[in-house]
Structure formats: C-alpha cells, structure tokens
C-alpha cells in the first residue's frame, strides 16, 4: 500500500525559504521508472504542479518556478524534499507530495496536504 | 508550455443526470492526459488516465475519451458522492493542471 505523507512549517515569513518533506512508504524511489512530484494549491484556486524527481534522480521543474525550487531525494530514509526561496504571499496554499505511477507519468497516490500560509 | 482548459468552470446537476467535462490543450498530447476528483480539504484522487483507462476501483460510470487536443470525461448516472471538482491534467510535457470544474447539485 503505498502512503505519502508531507511534512514542513504552516507558516513563513516572506523572503524566506520553505523546506517541505515528503516522506513515503510502499515503493522505493531506486526502482526503475518511480518518480515523486509537488503540487500546490492556493486556497479556493487550480491545482499547480511544481516539480518532479525520478528514480534516476533526473528532476523537472515547473517553468515558471525553475528559478525558486530544488527538489531532492533521500532514499536511504524514503524522503523527498522540496525548497522554495524566496516566499511570498501568493505562494499560500496547500502542498501535496503525489506518487508518479512507474514507467507512467501520471500521479496516481497523493498525500494528504500540508497547509503552508506567507506572512509576516 | 502546454495550456490547459476546462469547459465549463462550473456545472449544476441532479442525481441520476448524465455530465460531460471538456479538456482542451494547447497543442497535441496524444493520449497523455489523467482526470482527478477533488472533495473539500482532501487531495485528489485519479479517476481516469491515458485519456481512457479507469483507475482500479473507479466506478465504471466514470469515463473518459479522446485524443489530440480534445478530451471529455463523462459521469453517466450522477451520485451523490460524486458532487466534487474535478481537473483534467495533461503530462506528455511536464504535468499541467486545468483550472477545474465545480459540479454542483441543482
């Protein structure tokens, strides 16, 4: 059965970075074709994928974000992490980790979420 | 990037209706799109990917179709439960997100 689960801070003050972890159970991100994505979404708002890493550690990038994000696995300890710099308050929202089916690009196991709120 | 648009934002049914959603993209993706349903404060849950294949233990009033730049997904027989939001998302570049489609009861 595989399980996600997002952890980090409910709140941030602008400029500064987040640090969210997602921590898995039921796969292995060294197993061909396994992946791990963010999502985020902004209270009321459309869903925002933000990045994936694969089992090869090979990582994408939301355009629009490139420049913001790093995404990094630890599979030693099943953890994906993700940083955001730079934190504004349009970056509200609620962040999901989701599990990419393997040798498939859609996300079929999601976590639960973790609301993250930008203020000072 | 690869746009994505769902038609329409919002949608009135009552139970026992037959609802269709539009996903349109900005150029062709093949078959690489998935549909999800989202509920208040829960995380989506895949219903269809590859335009039309149905995730295990989706029930089969669920269906999608399409190719290209042109995708539905059809609830045929709406229930209660499915009263929900529901994104289309593409992923033949990168992954992205229509902006959803509120289904609401009439």
């Known amino acids: 059965q595989i399980t996600l689960k997002e952890s980090g801070p409910t709140l941030v003050k602008p400029t500064q970075t987040l640090t969210l972890t997602c921590t898995f159970s039921g796969f292995s991100l060294t197993s061909t074709g396994a992946g791990v994505g963010w999502i985020r979404q902004p209270p009321g708002k459309a869903l925002e994928w933000l990045a994936l890493?694969?089992?090869?550690?090979?990582?994408r990038y939301s355009p629009s974000l490139k420049s913001r994000l790093t995404i990094t696995k630890d599979t030693s300890k099943n953890q994906v992490v993700l940083t955001m710099t730079n934190m504004d308050p349009v970056d509200t929202g609620t962040y999901f980790c989701a599990h990419k089916r393997q040798w498939m690009d859609h996300l079929d196991y999601w976590g639960q979420g973790t609301l993250v709120t930008v203020s000072s | 990037d690869i746009q994505v648009t769902q038609s329409p934002s919002t949608l009135s049914a009552s139970v026992g209706d037959r609802v269709t959603i539009t996903c349109r993209t900005s150029?062709?993706?093949?078959?690489?799109l998935a549909w999800y349903q989202q509920k208040p404060g829960i995380a989506p849950k895949l219903l269809i990917y590859?335009?039309?294949t149905l995730e295990s233990g989706i029930p089969s009033r669920f269906s999608g179709s399409g190719s290209g730049t042109e995708f539905t997904l059809t609830i045929s027989n709406m229930q209660p439960e499915d009263f929900a939001t529901y994104y289309c998302q593409q992923y033949n570049v990168y992954w992205t997100f229509g902006q959803g489609t509120k289904v609401e009861i009439k």
């Open positions: 150029q062709s993706i093949s078959t690489w």
């Open positions: 590859k335009a039309s």
């Open positions: 890493i694969y089992w090869d550690d090979d990582k």
